[in-house]
């Protein structure tokens, strides 16, 4: 899905990434996890095409991702951010079928679409008329999720959409978000600092350290065959979360 080939990305005197390489496999879930600013969101931003690589070149499915193509190859791309980025003049509804309205979908289309997904996701009919500052986080991330599934995108790329939300709603939205993506079969990416929602969502685990990936693989790959002593080190920080998804 994404080839990444000597990618770097330096924001003034910060080296975000180091000269990195990385494949995306189709239909898995591949999630991108380290410290506080190891680079885990700036490479996930590449792929969107947020941001320009300084150096290398990112690839969504066989094709340079640049200028002349990044706003056609972005409506393949689903996009979920931490705080669900919604507009808070825009009611739910409004908000989930912001671009198929600019694309000029007929209004049958949209509002069947909208159904489609408020079903998929579990948001309340009586909840789509609200704006976000009347619904709860947990709904809030429901509705940004279904933006970004509204134009059924290839890939879904998520940047810790779970981390503002209390550890409840946080385990409840886990088991859904996991239910439906084995029910879309897409392509996810996924970014997080904590462990056990890596283990918990990843087919493959990719961590970085300092701008640069230290060992990619399994959960397990990464408990008992550690590349180096950081990466044992930052998995017996977080030894107690793991230990609940067996």
């Not at 997904?117 to 709904?139: K, N, Y």
């Not at 439906?180 to 685990?205: C, N, P, W, Y």
């Amino acid at each position: 899905m994404f080839t990444l080939e000597g990618v770097s990305k330096r924001f003034g005197e910060t080296q975000a990434l180091k000269p990195m390489d990385l494949d995306v496999p189709d239909g898995q879930t591949t999630v991108l996890i380290g410290q506080s600013g190891c680079g885990k969101s700036t490479l996930i931003r590449l792929m969107v095409g947020l941001i320009r690589p300084d150096t290398g070149t990112v690839f969504f499915e066989d094709q340079e991702l640049g200028p002349e193509n990044v706003l056609a190859l972005r409506q393949k791309m689903g996009y979920v951010i931490q705080e669900g980025g919604l507009f808070p003049h825009l009611t739910a509804r409004d908000n989930v079928g912001l671009m198929a309205t600019y694309l000029g979908w007929e209004g049958d289309r949209i509002e069947g679409r909208i159904a489609e997904l408020a079903e998929l996701t579990h948001f309340p009919e009586d909840g789509m008329d609200r704006f976000p500052g009347e619904l709860s986080g947990g709904q809030r991330q429901r509705v940004s999720l279904m933006r970004a599934l509204m134009l059924d995108p290839d890939v879904l790329l998520l940047d810790e959409p779970l981390g503002a939300l209390d550890p409840m709603i946080r385990a409840d939205l886990q088991t859904e978000l996991k239910d439906i993506f084995q029910d879309l079969r897409k392509t996810v990416v996924m970014v997080t600092h904590d462990m056990s929602e890596a283990g918990f969502f990843g087919d493959r685990i990719v961590l970085l350290r300092e701008g640069h990936i230290v060992q990619e693989g399994s959960l397990e790959d990464l408990v008992k065959r550690p590349v180096e002593t950081f990466v044992t080190a930052f998995i017996n920080a977080q030894r107690s979360r793991l230990e609940g998804i067996g």
